[in-house]
């Protein structure tokens, strides 16, 4: 079955540090994978998508996230963490012909002044 | 744009009770998705229709009904709620796409609490 890990449920991070969060999915065939951003109370919205096109997507909000098959990664960085950044982040995997998703356990991100 | 809506936001039950969450997309989507969402579990998938006319079991569907109705809605309907019951509930909606997958939109949720 396909899945994915998110390591560390809270991170907290200082404003203007960068942010990074881990995604390792795991596959035999490649995958599509996707990073959600939920801000409370509020349903989740679509931060980044990979879908092959290339390596390097980049997303809203200055957030971008780098596919490495080797390391059978899928991490999320921004450079400089803004105050707004605060809210859990979902890592998600699906495959070909298959449109179900199937979520890591998510990030609390924490902004400190 | 409306996008996905649910109804109702929020709602109390007693143990034993039934009720029906209603989904709606205006998004012309063909599939459509319930998800339940607790604390330190991520998202897990209980219910999905592919198209109009077909539902399918996810990873968490005992203790839960679902009916699509049209292509636009999608209930999920608790027979008889259990306090297990108790988390968030999301519907999603997507257009299918094989060769590139297509992100899933979300609505904002049904916060749902069985006593």
């Known amino acids: 079955a396909q899945s994915v890990t998110q390591l560390g449920s809270h991170v907290s991070v200082s404003e203007g540090a960068l942010v990074l969060l881990r995604c390792n999915y795991s596959?035999?065939?490649?995958?599509?994978l996707f990073w959600y951003v939920q801000y409370p109370n509020q349903g989740l919205q679509l931060l980044l998508k990979?879908?092959?096109?290339?390596?390097l997507v980049k997303g809203i909000n200055g957030f971008e996230a780098e596919f490495k098959k080797s390391e059978t990664s899928f991490h999320l960085t921004k450079p400089s963490a803004h105050m707004s950044d605060a809210a859990e982040y979902f890592c998600?995997?699906?495959?070909?012909?298959?449109?179900?998703?199937?979520f890591g356990k998510g990030n609390q991100v924490v902004v400190i002044p | 744009n409306a996008g996905v809506t649910q109804t109702p936001k929020f709602q109390v039950l007693k143990t034993g009770q039934s009720m029906t969450l209603q989904c709606a997309q205006d998004?012309?989507?063909?599939?459509m998705y319930w998800y339940r969402q607790d604390p330190g579990m991520g998202l897990r998938l209980i219910y999905y229709?592919?198209?109009?006319?077909?539902?399918d079991k996810g990873e968490v569907p005992n203790g839960y009904n679902v009916s699509r109705l049209n292509k636009r809605e999608f209930s999920l309907r608790l027979e008889s709620a259990a306090p297990s019951q108790t988390s968030v509930y999301f519907c999603?909606?997507?257009?299918?796409?094989?060769?590139?997958?297509?992100?899933?939109?979300f609505g904002d949720g049904t916060r749902l609490s069985i006593l």
């Open positions: 999603a909606s997507s257009s299918p796409g094989w060769e590139t997958a297509q992100p899933q939109h």
């Open positions: 596959s035999s065939v490649p995958p599509y």
């Open positions: 990979y879908t092959s096109a290339a390596t």
């Open positions: 998600a995997v699906s495959y070909y012909g298959n449109n179900r998703l199937a």
């Open positions: 998004m012309n989507h063909n599939s």
């Open positions: 229709s592919a198209s109009e006319g077909t539902t």
